[in-house]
């Protein structure tokens, strides 16, 4: 099960930073991604990092805001978000991931997230 945290509500233009971590399982060996669900929107991709934390891909949307890091001796990921705006809103969640046809997909069971709003 992964626990995301960190989320809350922030003026546009401000920083959070979530935590993702791993109860009761390592992740060390595995990339891992941030996703992003909307209310009445599909889930979409957000962040990816890779297991030894060298390779990182972003959405469009994000790059250059939002920053994926993990420290695998603490079996957690942090996505760090500055400069958000009302579009980010979601909630936001961790899973290993991995390129599917395309498309980044989570390959874990989901967890229950964290809220992100953004006032505008």
């Known amino acids: 099960q992964w626990v995301e945290s960190g989320g809350g509500l922030v003026q546009t233009g401000g920083s959070l930073r979530l935590f993702c971590a791993a109860d009761?399982?390592?992740?060390?060996?595995?990339?891992m991604g941030w996703f992003r669900q909307a209310l009445g929107k599909e889930r979409e991709f957000v962040a990816f990092?890779?297991?030894?934390?060298?390779?990182?891909y972003y959405a469009d949307s994000v790059k250059g805001r939002f920053t994926i890091s993990r420290d695998n001796d603490r079996n957690t990921v942090y996505l760090q978000m500055n400069s958000l705006k009302p579009e980010d809103t979601a909630v936001y969640y961790c899973?290993?991931?991995?390129?599917?046809?395309?498309?980044?997909?989570?390959?874990?069971?989901w967890g229950q997230g964290t809220q992100v709003t953004v006032a505008s």
């Open positions: 009761g399982r390592t992740f060390s060996g595995y990339g």
């Open positions: 990092i890779s297991a030894s934390g060298t390779i990182t």
């Open positions: 899973n290993t991931a991995q390129r599917h046809n395309s498309r980044w997909v989570g390959t874990a069971h």
